[in-house]
């Protein structure tokens, strides 16, 4: 999982390559702590097909207000710069599993 800055977060979603996931969290969320390894997992099966980042939402307030992040954790799969859909607090590896899939048929 790459940490991503204001700056790496558009230069990978400038790439047309892969969609990318990038979750946004925050070091003080719990739950964020508690979806890592899901999300580690997931980085793991999927990373051919997909990049994965996390943006702290404290060092990137601005980037996490364009966005329109209110909740944390938030993941967003992007594909050409474009978001193409996102999940709040998924409570199970088995639902962002089913987030990823679903999303990546669009």
Do not use: H
């Amino acid at each position: 999982m790459i940490t991503m800055n204001t700056e790496l977060f558009r230069n990978a979603l400038a790439q047309n390559e892969k969609p990318v996931l990038v979750e946004f969290s925050a070091p003080w969320c719990t739950y964020c702590r508690r979806i890592a390894p899901a999300l580690a997992q997931m980085d793991a099966q999927y990373g051919e097909e997909l990049i994965f980042g996390q943006v702290n939402i404290d060092d990137e307030p601005a980037l996490t207000e364009a966005e329109r992040i209110e909740l944390v954790p938030t993941m967003v799969i992007y594909r050409s710069g474009k978001a193409l859909g996102s999940i709040v607090a998924p409570d199970s590896k088995a639902k962002l599993e089913a987030f990823i899939l679903e999303t990546l048929k669009k």
